[in-house]
């Protein structure tokens, strides 16, 4: 399948990226906090590795038609996280190269179509084992800027930033706990209403700026699609957004999941 293959070139430059950040970390360094609150980077970096035999299985139940659960439970998966958090850098390095590339030959044995067999994160809905991709790539991106180790949302590569904003923006749709806007990348044609359900459209054109479901202007939130997706998912304050409507100051957001 050559949207698998695509998708599997593109998770392999994230990797090499991420690499290159975690083998110039000291022990020392990785003691030290992540963007992540009450996580170290060597927490990160355990994450990642354990997230890539989480999606092993999935591929194996994708495979085989056995259902395979991503995790045995959520305390076991933090309790991996937690026990492997300390080790040395060169283990921790070797964990994140060594489960990256479980992964990705386990991929690339995949059957074409074994990626329409629908399988199942810890939590939310079923999805085509195709997903399992996505997902992978958004963890090594979004993590490698967690890692607080140089990387930032600004080095995100564009065609990642222009699948994630979409999906993400769309995340929020429908959350009563999401203050009503819309998010708008520059040199966009539309923007993304996020916050509770409308009985209308969730974008508005860039013609006339207004909801299709109310034809009020709402509070409309501007930027460079990066900066856009960093905010959304939490690891930006969006201070350097612009704000057009009522409050003039960027939206709080709740947790992006």
Known sequence: MNEASHSLDRIAAATGRLLASATALTDAQLREPSLLPGWTRGHVLTHIARNADGMVNLLHWARTGTETPMYASAQSRSADIEAGAGRPAADLAADVRDSAAAFAGQAAAMPDDAWTVAVRALNGPPF?????????????????????????PGDWPADFVADALPRVAGSFTGRDDTPVCLVWAEGAPHGYRIGPASTGSTTSTADTGSTADTGSRPVVVHGPPAELLAWLLGRDSGAGLRVSGEPAATPVLPAWR
């Open 128 to 152: 085509p084992a195709l997903g399992v991709l996505d997902r992978r790539l958004s963890e090594v991106e979004i993590h490698h800027v967690d890692l607080a180790a140089g990387y930032s």
